[in-house]
């Protein structure tokens, strides 16, 4: 992805910050612009180098499972990753190391699974989970 910022916009001399400081605003709003643009450009470097991953779901979210003929929910407890080569960074690549954990309702089923098995066998929504569930039903003749 290309920057949003420049590298030099850490620097609190930069010509990016007299231009902020030019802006006819109140001094709350233009220290507002200067924390976004720095909190911007840290997410920026962290991404250069490999320590920012996106992962399509959260701790707490609910995904759904197809695994004993219905959607079954379970909710995500954590993530844990595989090692990743910083020689060879690709978002796509990492996202296949991701491992899920989850658990259902009651504590009595946890599991995991890759993030590359989102949309295989493990959905995020319930409509695309029972949608998976009737093509494998199709495919058996039932």
Same mark, same amino acid.
């Given at each position: 992805?290309?920057?949003?910022?420049?590298?030099?916009?850490?620097?609190?001399?930069?010509?990016?910050?007299?231009?902020?400081?030019?802006?006819?605003?109140?001094?709350?709003?233009?220290?507002?612009?200067?924390?976004?643009?720095?909190?911007?450009?840290?997410?920026?470097?962290?991404?250069?180098?490999?320590?920012?991953?996106?992962?399509?779901?959260?701790?707490?979210?609910?995904?759904?499972?197809?695994?004993?003929?219905?959607?079954? $929910?379970?909710?995500?407890?954590?993530?844990?990753?595989? !090692?990743?080569?910083?020689?060879?960074? @690709?978002? #796509?690549? /990492? +996202?296949?190391?991701?491992?899920?954990?989850?658990?259902?309702?009651?504590?009595?089923?946890? $599991?995991?699974?890759?993030?590359?098995?989102?949309?295989? !066998?493990?959905?995020?929504?319930?409509? @695309?989970? #029972?949608? /998976? +569930?009737?093509?494998?039903?199709?495919?058996?003749?039932?």
């Amino acid at each position: 992805m290309e920057r949003l910022t420049r590298e030099d916009w850490k620097n609190s001399n930069s010509m990016m910050w007299k231009k902020v400081d030019d802006l006819e605003c109140n001094d709350m709003v233009k220290k507002a612009i200067k924390d976004v643009l720095k909190k911007m450009a840290e997410y920026e470097d962290l991404e250069q180098q490999g320590k920012l991953l996106k992962l399509p779901c959260a701790v707490g979210d609910i995904i759904w499972d197809i695994d004993f003929g219905r959607p079954c $929910g379970y909710e995500v407890t954590g993530f844990s990753f595989g !090692s990743l080569n910083d020689d060879d960074w @690709e978002e #796509e690549k /990492a +996202l296949d190391k991701v491992v899920v954990y989850y658990t259902n309702s009651n504590g009595s089923i946890t $599991g995991t699974f890759a993030v590359s098995e989102i949309g295989k !066998s493990v959905f995020l929504i319930k409509e @695309e989970a #029972e949608a /998976a +569930l009737k093509e494998l039903e199709r495919g058996k003749g039932t």
